[in-house]
């Protein structure tokens, strides 16, 4: 295997690169070819590299995404043992891209938007590579580094705005302002209200009717799914939380 020294800037960029639009195309569910992505790079950027020696820095890759806490692609098990050097080098490409999206999304990857963090199961996660530092706070741990922005990828559920629109509108004509259908909170402001899917849209797609949803304050709307995912409370039971006091 190609020491680290080996690797030029290029050879790495390349790698990222090729990297983060297969994990846009995973997360958005496109089909894509984790051959056909190597054999271009070996026709290409990295033709003095092994399959062997792409496929390994691939995983690196992985492994420093997870250090980031963000998503990785999942044929591509995170490696355990990343030097620093190497993880240090990955990540400047990474955090290129980032500041590259920030200043000109037009000039980011294609068919990028915002990703929230992974969702690691109990029990599943890999240990922390040793390479990887931990974060340290100044003396009293109330005070942290934050605001740099970052690239991120994310695959969201398609939602109809007219049908939320809608649902205000005879939330109004009901309430005679928009109101919360558990707490009765009610305010002039529609933007301080969320509309909430009783059957959630992770079921897959569907036909919804405007008449189903429900609005809800943001307190309500976030009580509702506490519950599960794929069962939040329902309106009767958001009403009894209310009136038990929120507890």
Known sequence: MESVAEWTEQELRASVDAYLLMLTDELAGRAYSK?????????????????GSIEYRMQNI??????????????????????EATAARIRRHIVELDQRAATDPTNALEGAVPLPERQMKPGNTPPQSPSE???????????????QRIFQLQA???RDP????????????KYGQITCEACLFGHSDPAMFD?????????????????????????CHRRAHRKSKLDPFTLLELRDWVAAGRP
């Open 133 to 147: 530092p931990a974060l340290t706070l100044p003396p009293g741990g109330d005070r942290g580094e934050e605001g």
């Open 156 to 158: 969201e559920v398609e």
């Open 162 to 173: 007219k049908l939320r629109k809608e649902a205000r509108r005879l939330n109004v004509q």
């Open 62 to 83: 992985s492994s420093v995404l997870r250090g980031m806490k963000r998503p990785w692609i999942e044929g591509y098990k995170p490696a355990r043992n990343v030097g």
């Open 35 to 51: 051959t056909e992505v190597r054999k271009q790079l070996l026709a290409g950027a990295l033709r003095n590299r092994s399959s």
């Open 195 to 219: 509309v909430h899917h009783p059957t959630p849209l992770a079921i897959g797609v569907r036909t919804t009717h405007a008449e189903h949803l429900l609005v809800l304050c943001p307190t």
